[in-house]
């Protein structure tokens, strides 16, 4: 059985940082892609970062500049790293790797 299991998120203020993690089980990560989507109330979810296999990168214009995303092949996991967070960036995100979804964390920014 795969499992992609996220960390539990976080309350912060403005302008703090926020780091997320998750772990995938049951398969092999090193060939996989990693990435995180949120979804905010009312909103779609979009994608906010997403890592290749390879280590390529892309990020969401909102979080370019301020998120890092990574990846340890070794552990499994992957992480996004939150700087300077906004009150937009609430929201629950959701971590997908290799194409298993995990259940979601809730991010809340307070002003």
């Known amino acids: 059985q795969v499992l992609v299991k996220e960390s539990e998120g976080g309350s912060v203020q403005a302008g703090r940082s926020l780091k997320l993690s998750c772990a995938i089980s049951?398969?092999?990560?090193?060939?996989?892609?990693a990435g995180w989507y949120r979804q905010a109330p009312a909103k779609e979810r979009e994608l906010v970062s997403q890592?290749?296999?390879?280590?390529?990168?892309t990020y969401a214009d909102s979080a370019k500049g301020r998120f890092t995303i990574s990846r340890d092949n070794a552990k499994n996991t992957a992480s996004l790293q939150s700087n300077s967070l906004k009150t937009e960036d609430a929201a629950v995100y959701y971590c997908?790797?290799?194409?298993?979804w995990g259940q979601g964390t809730t991010v809340t920014v307070s002003s």
């Open positions: 997908v790797i290799c194409g298993y």
């Open positions: 049951g398969r092999f990560f090193g060939n996989c892609a």
């Open positions: 890592i290749t296999s390879a280590g390529t990168i």
